[in-house]
């Protein structure tokens, strides 16, 4: 199957809807200018149908494997990632001062998209790069920064994260993996881990692990944890390659999706200690890491939203070529997008995608607010805004595109669940996204304990008046239709009611707001793309940005089906949030298995 980026759409909900220019005004960033972006788009739109597309499925057919411990990628990906890096993709983002573009987020996010849309298995490796340098960056001497940003950057070496261990999933506080003092201010490590994306790889000289890990002295738990560079391969005193370090791949992983991927388990110190050094300070290594584990999350909820798109994409195009009944009111046989079912089925798909673009798209679009803002009361509020946010894109844009990746397979029917058609695929690469970098639990649990409980709802009460601000604004000028702001009034208020009553009720019954955090999760999630939603009703409806005029009318019919089909959903979430919390509680001893029979 095809996939086609939809750089229209790309282009409106960056250039006409959040708009360039408050970022363009701000110090630092000056290269948000509306013509560089369009040139990237397009430039990256053609590495991604003429490189990235063709080897989506040969790295599902030929995964990644070992050979005589060594990985071996899929055929073609090394290639594609030196193309990629000739193209100057991978330093896009990141600091000028070390051979970066600077470019802003909000131009990395639809190229994320396209980039995991056409193939999710190669882009995982550039993602966690670009999540080494930030920490790096963010944390690193001004001596560990000229040694491993340069080439990082470049691509020259691939960077990883080390957290999960046999022993440790989601509890990292149960990590065993140590690091003792050598004396002369390195460290030798031991331990292993695994699940450990892109752990080794044949398209670099050298890989940078980021791994956790506990010093002699450290307090139990995550308060323990300290974060430590080390690299596959030595460097001597100028910063050339030397010998081996001690680190070996173990064994990959056999995965439902994403079968290009080398997932590793790796072994550190087998032979007395793997050579590393500290960055930061020690037992803040959690806090380093969530640097780190912050940008691959708002990475992995576009990645959601772009192989639902490609899910979308691939059953559309089926859906128009294949001929089978006679639709309701057609006196001929027609492809079956003209029975209503399936045509309800795209339409939903679509809308859904659209309202989740526009919700990813807003959260890079405020990473950049809270790195260019200088005014120290708007630069907090920035902050506070993206990482709001960064749970709202990471849980809700990831189900999002597992669920678009399911009805897609469904309007395949029986063709879906061959595997030659494509869409299995699809299915089974989705998945892992609501999975890995925390589930989407532990997004809502981080959304309802630390973003609402921690500050007493500040955030979300300053993220709800200002949409309740615009409602009002729409509402007096009637710039869009009633039925979409009352939907959108709709949704408004039962997530404002909903809010108060877990800051209310929640911090005297935990157990109870945890229960109810996913749904939460997503009932703020619709809130903020409903908002989105109706003003992209209104922008389309000025038809001002160069956009050919179809497009501007198809997107005000997607947003009215949106909030008749769509939003009514809130309502479904807002109850489950306003049940009694014994009722789940009743269950709770015969769910642990306390002796009670079930079934």
């Given at each position: 199957?095809?996939?086609?980026?939809?750089?229209?759409?790309?282009?409106?909900?960056?250039?006409?809807?959040?708009?360039?220019?408050?970022?363009?005004?701000?110090?630092?960033?000056?290269?948000?200018?509306?013509?560089?972006?369009?040139?990237?788009?397009?430039?990256?739109?053609?590495?991604?149908?003429?490189?990235?597309?063709?080897?989506?499925?040969?790295?599902?057919?030929?995964?990644?494997?070992?050979?005589?411990?060594?990985?071996?990628?899929?055929?073609?990906?090394?290639?594609?990632?030196?193309?990629?890096?000739?193209?100057?993709?991978?330093?896009?983002?990141?600091?000028?001062?070390?051979?970066?573009?600077?470019?802003?987020?909000?131009?990395?996010?639809?190229?994320?998209?396209?980039?995991?849309?056409?193939?999710?298995?190669?882009?995982?490796?550039?993602?966690?790069?670009?999540?080494?340098?930030?920490?790096?960056?963010?944390?690193?001497?001004?001596?560990?920064?000229?040694?491993?940003?340069?080439?990082?950057?470049?691509?020259?070496?691939?960077?990883?994260?080390?957290?999960?261990?046999?022993?440790?999933?989601?509890?990292?506080?149960?990590?065993?993996?140590?690091?003792?003092?050598?004396?002369?201010?390195?460290?030798?490590?031991?331990?292993?881990?695994?699940?450990?994306?892109?752990?080794?790889?044949?398209?670099?000289?050298?890989?940078?692990?980021?791994?956790?890990?506990?010093?002699?002295?450290?307090?139990?738990?995550?308060?323990?944890?300290?974060?430590?560079?080390?690299?596959?391969?030595?460097?001597?005193?100028?910063g050339n390659l030397a010998a081996p370090n001690q680190?070996?791949?173990?064994?990959?992983?056999?995965?439902?999706?994403?079968?290009?991927?080398?997932?590793?388990?790796?072994?550190?110190?087998?032979?007395?200690?793997?050579?590393?050094?500290?960055?930061?300070?020690?037992?803040?290594?959690?806090?380093?890491?969530?640097?780190?584990?912050?940008?691959?999350?708002?990475?992995?909820?576009?990645?959601?939203?772009?192989?639902?798109?490609?899910?979308?994409?691939?059953?559309?195009?089926?859906a128009r070529t294949r001929i089978q009944g006679l639709?309701?009111?057609?006196?001929?046989?027609?492809?079956?997008?003209?029975?209503?079912?399936?045509?309800?089925?795209?339409?939903?798909?679509?809308?859904?995608?659209?309202?989740?673009?526009?919700?990813?798209?807003?959260?890079?679009?405020?990473?950049?607010?809270?790195?260019?803002?200088?005014?120290?009361?708007?630069?907090?509020?920035?902050?506070?805004?993206?990482?709001?946010?960064?749970?709202?894109?990471?849980?809700?844009?990831?189900?999002?595109?597992?669920?678009?990746?399911?009805v897609a397979l469904q309007v395949f029917g029986g063709?879906?669940?061959?595997?030659?058609?494509?869409?299995?695929?699809?299915?089974?690469?989705?998945?892992?996204?609501?999975?890995?970098?925390?589930?989407?639990?532990?997004?809502?649990?981080?959304?309802?304990?630390?973003?609402?409980?921690?500050?007493?709802?500040?955030?979300?009460?300053?993220?709800?008046?200002?949409?309740?601000?615009?409602?009002?604004?729409?509402?007096?000028?009637?710039?869009?239709?009633?039925?979409?702001?009352?939907?959108?009034?709709?949704?408004?208020?039962?997530?404002?009611?909903?809010?108060?009553?877990?800051?209310?009720?929640?911090?005297?019954?935990?157990?109870?707001?945890?229960?109810?955090?996913?749904?939460?999760?997503?009932?703020?999630?619709?809130?903020?793309?409903?908002?989105?939603?109706?003003?992209?009703?209104?922008?389309?409806?000025?038809?001002?940005?160069?956009?050919?005029?179809?497009?501007?009318?198809?997107?005000?019919?997607?947003?009215?089906?949106?909030?008749?089909?769509?939003?009514?959903?809130?309502?479904?979430?807002?109850?489950?949030?306003?049940?009694?919390?014994?009722?789940?509680?009743?269950?709770?001893?015969?769910?642990?298995?306390?002796?009670?029979?079930?079934?």
């Amino acid at each position: 199957m095809n996939y086609i980026p939809p750089l229209n759409d790309m282009a409106f909900v960056v250039k006409e809807l959040l708009g360039l220019e408050p970022l363009a005004a701000l110090p630092g960033g000056e290269g948000a200018e509306a013509s560089l972006f369009d040139a990237v788009l397009a430039e990256s739109a053609r590495l991604t149908q003429e490189v990235l597309v063709p080897l989506n499925s040969v790295g599902d057919h030929e995964p990644a494997h070992l050979d005589g411990g060594k990985v071996i990628t899929p055929q073609g990906f090394k290639m594609a990632y030196e193309q990629f890096l000739a193209g100057g993709w991978n330093g896009l983002t990141a600091p000028v001062d070390f051979g970066g573009q600077g470019l802003p987020s909000i131009f990395a996010a639809p190229l994320e998209e396209m980039w995991h849309g056409a193939n999710m298995a190669f882009t995982l490796g550039p993602l966690l790069t670009r999540g080494a340098v930030e920490a790096i960056d963010y944390a690193g001497t001004a001596a560990q920064k000229a040694r491993y940003l340069p080439k990082l950057i470049t691509g020259t070496w691939m960077g990883t994260m080390n957290l999960t261990e046999p022993q440790a999933g989601s509890d990292l506080g149960a990590l065993r993996t140590r690091a003792v003092p050598a004396g002369d201010g390195t460290y030798r490590l031991t331990g292993q881990k695994i699940f450990i994306t892109y752990g080794d790889q044949d398209w670099t000289e050298n890989i940078i692990h980021l791994v956790l890990a506990r010093l002699p002295d450290a307090p139990a738990g995550v308060r323990g944890l300290s974060l430590f560079i080390v690299p596959k391969v030595l460097l001597n005193d100028q910063g050339n390659l030397a010998a081996p370090n001690q680190v070996r791949t173990v064994s990959l992983e056999h995965k439902l999706g994403i079968h290009g991927s080398p997932t590793c388990m790796l072994s550190y110190g087998d032979e007395g200690g793997a050579w590393g050094e500290l960055l930061g300070e020690p037992h803040r290594g959690l806090e380093l890491m969530f640097v780190m584990m912050n940008a691959a999350r708002f990475s992995v909820g576009v990645q959601g939203l772009a192989i639902g798109e490609r899910a979308y994409q691939g059953a559309l195009e089926y859906a128009r070529t294949r001929i089978q009944g006679l639709p309701v009111g057609e006196s001929q046989l027609q492809p079956i997008v003209h029975h209503p079912d399936v045509l309800r089925m795209l339409v939903e798909m679509d809308a859904r995608l659209q309202a989740g673009r526009t919700l990813a798209y807003y959260a890079g679009w405020m990473i950049d607010r809270a790195h260019f803002e200088i005014d120290p009361q708007r630069k907090a509020w920035a902050q506070r805004r993206s990482d709001l946010l960064t749970p709202l894109v990471k849980g809700h844009c990831t189900e999002l595109g597992v669920w678009a990746s399911n009805v897609a397979l469904q309007v395949f029917g029986g063709m879906g669940f061959i595997e030659e058609t494509g869409a299995a695929q699809h299915y089974r690469d989705a998945r892992i996204t609501t999975i890995y970098e925390g589930t989407t639990g532990i997004q809502a649990n981080d959304l309802v304990g630390r973003k609402l409980w921690r500050d007493q709802g500040l955030a979300v009460r300053e993220l709800l008046e200002e949409i309740s601000a615009t409602l009002k604004e729409f509402q007096e000028g009637e710039k869009v239709g009633s039925a979409i702001l009352q939907a959108q009034a709709e949704v408004l208020k039962l997530t404002v009611q909903a809010t108060e009553r877990l800051l209310r009720q929640g911090v005297t019954d935990p157990r109870w707001g945890l229960g109810v955090a996913v749904p939460y999760l997503h009932l703020l999630s619709l809130c903020v793309s409903a908002w989105w939603m109706t003003r992209s009703a209104w922008v389309a409806a000025q038809g001002r940005g160069g956009l050919p005029a179809e497009f501007y009318r198809q997107k005000q019919n997607v947003v009215s089906f949106y909030a008749a089909h769509v939003l009514p959903r809130a309502l479904v979430l807002a109850r489950q949030i306003e049940a009694p919390g014994d009722l789940l509680e009743s269950l709770r001893s015969s769910m642990a298995g306390d002796g009670t029979v079930i079934h």
